[in-house]
């Protein structure tokens, strides 16, 4: 009985240690490369210009000071909501870092850090939409509501809207010609994407909630069960609110508003 025991709590003990050994955290600083999957038309988060191809944004500049805090090199990996749990999952990054919203749906397969972020839900429409002119008018017969397909606006539209037409398109893109060219009233996208609706087009509105429409937690994703490396960078994102390189990076970005600096 007692040689049993013995050999169970090797057994025990040995796939602990093979758990340690597989931890992310091991491959992140035996390859000296952080991989981070980033969306890169997220304005403000992880936002690639077309003219010179560089990312900018809070996450971008917090992935750089994560990988500077490992001490390793770190490479960007072009994903989006759509893509966002394969993914990760799949080991095609080490963690998912461009302001994700944190749903249900997204929790039953993704862990995620402490949020960093919080945005409410606003409206795009067009300069020249007469239909819409307040908060009051989205959700009425006849107007027809556009998401992007993997959002987290989409599982909320769908809840959310009694009498208006909600479509859902494939990427960002689609949703925005719908409204320009009329085919859709309105889009739904956040606080940092309608910055960049309203600075690089010359068509798009911004219709805000009367009051607290659907606010949402941003955080980072990764593969659950790796404890090591979960805790790792919940030490680095506790840091950076104590340094004061969150808020740096929030200010920078013109995102302060919605950081969550305590």
Not at 207 to 222: E, K, M, N, Q, S
């Amino acid at each position: 009985m007692r040689r049993l025991f013995a050999t169970s709590l090797l057994l025990l003990l040995s796939a602990s240690a093979v758990a340690e050994v597989r931890s992310q955290l091991d491959r992140i600083l035996a390859d000296k490369t952080l991989r981070v999957c980033v969306w890169p038309d997220y304005f403000g988060i992880s936002y690639r210009d077309p003219k010179n191809r560089q990312l900018t944004g809070i996450d971008v500049d917090l992935a750089k000071g994560l990988a500077r805090d490992l001490g390793v090199g770190l490479e960007f990996i072009d994903s989006s909501f759509a893509r966002l749990i394969p993914d990760v999952l799949e080991n095609r990054c080490d963690i998912a870092m461009f302001a994700i919203g944190i749903t249900p749906q997204r929790q039953e397969k993704l862990r995620f850090t402490q949020p960093h972020l919080a945005s409410d839900i606003f409206a795009i429409t067009s300069q020249s939409n007469r239909r819409i002119k307040s908060w009051a008018d989205i959700d009425k017969p006849g107007v027809v509501v556009a998401v992007a397909k993997g959002t987290l606006h989409e599982p909320v539209m769908r809840d959310k809207l009694k009498a208006a037409t909600l479509k859902v398109f494939d990427t960002p893109q689609a949703r925005e010609q719908e409204v320009e060219s009329g085919r859709a009233d309105v889009f739904m996208t956040d606080y940092p994407f309608s910055r960049r609706m309203l600075k690089t087009t010359d068509w798009a509105r911004v219709i805000r909630p009367d009051g607290v429409y659907h606010v949402t937690p941003y955080a980072w994703a990764l593969r659950p069960g790796d404890d090591r490396w979960h805790g790792r960078v919940e030490q680095y994102l506790l840091q950076a609110r104590r340094n004061g390189e969150l808020k740096a990076a929030a200010e920078r970005h013109d995102l302060l508003p919605i950081a969550l600096l305590n």
